[in-house]
């Protein structure tokens, strides 16, 4: 066992325990014998004994465990319990899970993104459960006068030497008056009985039978439905609207214009929307709204020059000859090198913007009152849309509640949450609960992007093939793809990285894995072609670049460890069976850090009518221990078929600031006779505390995928996306 020191003493203890009285409960259950009955499982306790922040227990011994992290389709909400019920020693069959509500008082990080719920939240859960633990062993021995370190647990049961015991659930009343211990034990990860077992959503069951979890199934009686009209193109604002139409429909309650983030708000990180004035139709229904919406006559006026993609590639492109006053790092002597050598390899990547596409479109439920706003929806950053509403409602925090539902897909786009403020402002406006809803279009055309990046590689080779000189340069809309400090930084004696940014009017903003999604596929489609010029076998190259960072590394900030880089890549060859001879088939091979997790992959493609189909991908993964291997599974699978549909045919373009795309007629994602035949997955097993697992499976995959149609065409795939270098519609209609 792990000694470990609690982070909260018996004051903030009893202020966490008062709080919780009347907040929203997330938690499990389980009843005093564990072994409970459907009649048992159904009854509610009489009165709850608060044991922490995360904890409390019924009389009858159903148990409650307060989880706070948004659901966004990540298990965080199955994986977070299990971590607590792990420590508490409980038995998971007998576990029920809830949604917490908003309270970073108690739970301190309440955001869905950078892969990070369970990495920050590891030990806090360790803490909550094994202190809820303690507590009650404290209890029982006291009851019994007898040694604390004479009590052992299992399965939610306290047991003696002398053969007493007692549950859970009858010695919680005495539990809850014990002092919060001032340090307690954490379990030896050898003797997990919970974490790393394959373990089933706890939402799943209503999510098959269409129960309601998802913020579009929220319904509060007597509340209106609203929809938006925003302007056809950025760089526009409603000048004039004509509703006369609109507003003799049937059901239609009003007409207005709404700016959500007037002038003199202070913006949080997460306010990027482009469109804060928008025209809003409410009624009765969605139907009557969606019908008065396209009744509008609306004169628009430009305030912002409208841009085009043909600028952006301008652009980029300029960038990609311009030196930066700085370079952004600089080991050795990169020019010298370049002077020096024998061969010199260059090539340029792009990629275009790419949309979220959520399945369930933005949508959030507010009703607004002169003294208090309540929030119900899909949000990954509660806390941060909190912040915006205290400055847009002139309400104090602890006015303002925000319910998290289960979100049917983000990606990055309900970081921003302009939607939710939207919503609060029109149910302010109307002094009704009001639920915002937008359409597809809505969503697709007023996002908040994957910005278009691009970038230049060059290598120096000296006459023996030696890599002596590298130079990264990258430019993007809003912002540059290049991390300064990442792989082969460290492995070559010359290097240099140099960043541009090319300014926007356009919303851009984090889309799964920001800039690992493009940054991935360009380095390791250059490494391989730097491995085909030097005559080496590409996994044989990129272990000698790890070596290189392990035994003599350049600079000493290096943001991977090598030695993790280098295993996850050796697992791959040896499961994929790399060198082996397969006729008709073509591989292609990529690795990569992001999110403090390690991934390689292998994919096995054959060329039909000049589509790659792809036959199988392995992937190996080093993200520390795994809490739930189903939902890790879940996870990896999920990163790299998306990843292999937004590489082969997405695509965001521009006109005059006006998408061409809107809806999923002309915006291709993956279909399901075009995603992989099979993938298989490995994890390391190292015992490191847990990583980051939402989003590092997407990067590499492009990657390996060019690499791949390069072994099987002969051609190297230098933009995204993939479809248009190889006869294919990037589009349907």
Not at 103 to 132: E, F, N, P, V
Not at 199 to 223: A, C, R
Not at 292 to 310: C, D, H, N, R, V
Not at 480 to 507: K, M, Q, T
Request: hydrophobic share 40%.
């Amino acid at each position: 066992m792990t000694l470990i020191k609690t982070n909260y003493n018996r004051r903030s203890f009893l202020k966490v325990s008062a709080a919780a009285g009347g907040g929203i409960i997330l938690g499990f259950n389980w009843l005093v014998s564990c072994t409970p009955s459907e009649k048992q499982l159904a009854q509610m306790p009489e009165e709850w004994f608060n044991i922490n922040a995360f904890l409390k227990i019924g009389d009858n011994g159903i148990v409650t465990i307060m989880s706070p992290n948004p659901e966004i389709g990540q298990n965080v909400k199955t994986s977070m319990p299990m971590i607590i019920a792990e420590e508490l020693d409980v038995n998971w069959k007998n576990v029920v899970v809830e949604q917490a509500g908003l309270d970073t008082q108690k739970y301190t990080r309440q955001l869905a993104g950078g892969s990070q719920s369970i990495r920050q939240g590891w030990q806090s859960l360790r803490m909550a459960g094994a202190t809820a633990r303690r507590m009650l062993l404290e209890a029982a021995a006291k009851q019994w006068n007898i040694p604390v370190n004479e009590l052992t647990t299992e399965g939610g049961v306290i047991k003696h030497k002398s053969g007493k015991t007692v549950s859970y659930g009858e010695i919680a009343s005495a539990a809850a008056n014990i002092s919060v211990p001032e340090e307690v034990q954490l379990k030896d990860p050898k003797d997990f009985k919970i974490i790393g077992q394959p373990t089933k959503n706890v939402d799943g069951s209503k999510i098959i039978k269409g129960e309601p979890l998802f913020g579009l199934d929220y319904y509060k009686e007597g509340m209106l439905t609203a929809m938006i009209v925003h302007p056809p193109a950025f760089g526009l604002k409603p000048k004039s609207v004509d509703d006369s139409a609109a507003r003799a429909m049937p059901g239609i309650t009003d007409v207005f214009i709404i700016n959500s983030l007037p002038d003199g708000v202070e913006r949080q990180w997460s306010d990027v929307n482009a469109f804060p004035e928008l025209v809003v139709v409410a009624g009765t229904g969605t139907w009557e709204v969606m019908k008065a919406k396209k009744a509008l006559k609306i004169e628009w006026e430009q305030i912002t020059p409208g841009e085009s993609t043909s600028d952006y590639m301008t652009g980029l492109a300029a960038l990609m000859d311009k030196t930066p006053t700085e370079p952004s790092r600089k080991d050795g002597n990169p020019d010298q090198a370049f002077k020096n050598a024998a061969k010199v390899i260059e090539r340029t990547y792009t990629a275009p913007f790419l949309a979220h596409n959520t399945m369930e479109p933005m949508n959030f439920f507010a009703h607004i009152t002169a003294d208090k706003a309540e929030l119900v929806g899909p949000i990954q950053t509660p806390e941060y849309l909190r912040k915006t509403l205290v400055e847009v409602l002139s309400l104090p925090e602890d006015k303002i509640s925000i319910m998290m539902t289960r979100m049917g897909g983000g990606f990055g786009r309900r970081l921003y949450g302009n939607f939710a403020v939207e919503a609060a402002v029109i149910s302010k406006k109307l002094n009704a609960p009001v639920k915002l809803m937008y359409t597809r279009e809505d969503d697709m055309t007023q996002g908040t992007y994957r910005p278009a990046y691009t970038v230049k590689y060059q290598a120096a080779l000296d006459a023996d093939n030696k890599l002596i000189g590298f130079k990264i340069r990258g430019a993007g809309i809003n912002g540059s793809p290049v991390f300064n400090n990442r792989f082969p930084a460290g492995a070559v004696d010359n290097y240099l990285s140099e960043n541009h940014s090319l300014d926007s009017n356009i919303s851009t903003g984090a889309w799964r894995a920001p800039s690992s999604n493009f940054i991935a596929f360009a380095e390791q489609s250059f490494l391989d072609e730097i491995a085909e010029t030097v005559g080496k076998d590409p996994i044989d190259f990129r272990l000698e670049l790890f070596e290189r960072a392990k035994a003599n590394p350049v600079g000493s900030e290096n943001d991977y460890d090598p030695e993790r880089y280098a295993g996850v890549l050796k697992l791959v060859k040896e499961k994929s069976g790399w060198g082996t001879d397969k006729p008709g088939v073509s591989r292609g091979v990529s690795a990569y850090y992001c999110h403090n997790s390690y991934v390689a992959q292998v994919v096995d493609l054959v060329m039909k009518d000049d589509s790659p189909v792809i036959q199988k991908i392995w992937c190996a993964i080093d993200c520390g221990i795994v809490v739930n291997p189903e939902g890790a599974l879940n996870q990896v699978e999920g990163g790299i078929i998306d990843g292999v549909g937004h590489a082969m045919y997405s695509a965001m373009t521009f006109k005059n600031g006006k998408p061409d795309q809107s809806n999923f007629n002309n915006y291709k994602l993956l279909r399901m006779n075009e995603a992989p035949l099979e993938i298989e997955t490995f994890f390391v097993q190292n015992g490191i505390d847990p990583t980051g697992l939402g989003e590092p499976s997407l990067p590499p995959v492009a990657a390996a995928l060019a690499n791949a149609i390069y072994n099987a065409t002969g051609v190297r795939v230098a933009s995204q996306p993939f479809a248009d270098h190889m006869g294919k519609e990037k589009v349907v209609s």
